[in-house]
Nanobody, 115 residues
Framework: QVQLVESGGGLVQPGGSLKLSCAASGFDFTKFDMYWYRQAPEKERWLLATITPGSNEYYESTVRGRFTASRDNHKNMLYLQMDNLKPEDTAVYYC?????????WGQGTQVTVSS
């Protein structure tokens, strides 16, 4: 079955960096776009980044230039490098893929940006 497992979240000061990871299994990772979303308290889940199997990347405007998505198709791993973090980046971060009309989500990893 499809499984996505995020890791790498934590507490970081404003201006700091974190790198999130997402381990994927149960599907042919090399064939699907992968996505990073986040959900802040009392807000909707929001698409941040898309990365195609060929590693073309697309970003939401508030994170473009600060966040970088990448993937390792040999290891079935997805990453999100987050730099120059701001308090408003505080949220639960999720990786996601869409297969045959079904959305698959990981359990999420908490990122807190605070001094």
């Amino acid at each position: 079955q499809v499984q996505l497992v995020e890791s790498g979240g934590g507490l970081v000061q404003p201006g700091g960096s974190l790198k999130l990871s997402c381990a994927a299994s149960g599907f042919d990772f090399t064939k699907f776009d992968m996505y990073w979303y986040r959900q802040a308290p009392e807000k909707e889940r929001w698409l941040l980044a898309t990365i195609t199997p060929g590693s073309n990347e697309y970003y939401e405007s508030t994170v473009r230039g600060r966040f970088t998505a990448s993937r390792d198709n040999h290891k079935n791993m997805l990453y999100l490098q987050m730099d120059n973090l701001k308090p408003e980046d505080t949220a639960v971060y999720y990786c996601n893929t869409l297969i045959a009309g079904t959305n698959y989500w990981g359990q999420g990893t908490q990122v807190t940006v605070s001094s």
